[in-house]
């Protein structure tokens, strides 16, 4: 078994590597800096044991898609809290606010302004300033959550005057095409509104844009994406991720 779990860690090592590796050689593909780009390990279904390993390997921050999955490996984790980040990358309905403001440090799923204000809300009852990004659907795919592009700005605007909360940008999670032009257009799309929301909130930090998954991160960095969300090139497939 120790020889298995030496195994797993060396190759968890090597996927780590890869990946960053091919996010240094987007970015150098655009002119950009990779420490710009913040991988984050989309760990669904990835055991909590399995992310100390990845913690120790120097993977930081990750992303969860239901916040009552997050809770047990948050708790199961603690010990390791202030040097690590976890997102909430899956949809949040309002009933959950109380929980997700508690758990994460930032809540990419933000859709409307009323869960907005709700999330203000509980944020503030624990004590925390937690920060955001809104949603927008970018491939108009009606599988996917998320505002329309076009009222990704009138989103963000609902979020003003919400003491606790620090909206930094725009999340979206791409079109499920082979087709890399219609991918490269989503994101290219979202680039465009973050710098629209950069003119009309110019006193917010609105720094961020999280986009691209394990099948097309690549593509989402040589567009500008400053957040890439990666599970199945880091931890394996779902039922592998479970069983390791």
């Given amino acids: 078994m120790a020889g298995d779990e030496g195994i797993n860690l060396r190759g968890f090592a090597e996927r780590l590597g890869a990946v960053r590796g091919r996010i240094a050689a987007a970015a150098a593909r655009t002119g950009r800096d990779p420490g710009g780009v913040t991988l984050i390990g989309a760990s669904k279904q990835v055991p909590a044991e399995r992310l100390r390993d990845a913690a120790n390997q120097g993977l930081v921050d990750f992303g969860e898609n239901r916040v009552q999955e997050a809770s047990g490996k948050i708790d199961a984790l603690a010990d390791l809290r202030p ?10 309905q309002s009933n959950k606010a109380k929980a997700a403001a508690a758990l994460f440090d930032w809540v990419q799923s933000v859709d409307s302004p009323e869960l907005a204000r709700e999330l203000d809300r509980r944020a503030g009852e624990a004590g925390r300033r937690l920060r955001v990004l809104v949603e927008v659907n ?18 963000l605007a609902g ?6 909360l620090e909206p930094r940008g725009f999340m979206t999670v791409g079109p499920l095409s082979e087709d890399e032009r219609r991918v490269r257009e989503a994101y290219a799309g979202l680039a465009q509104r973050l710098r629209e929301a950069q003119r009309a909130f110019s006193a917010w930090r609105l720094d961020q844009l999280s986009m691209g998954m394990s099948g097309d991160f690549e593509l989402a960095v040589e567009e500008g994406a400053t957040i890439v969300r990666v599970g199945a090139a880091l931890f394996g497939p779902r039922s592998a991720a479970r069983a390791q």
């Avoid at 108009?140 to 989103?155: D, I, M, Q, Y």
């Avoid at 979020?159 to 606790?164: I, T």
């Fill in 138 to 155: 970018t491939s108009g795919e009606a599988t996917k959550f998320g505002v329309p592009p076009e009222r990704a700005l009138e989103t």
């Fill in 83 to 92: 040097g690590l980040t976890w997102h909430l990358i899956g949809h949040l």
């Fill in 159 to 164: 979020l003003a005057g919400l003491a606790c």
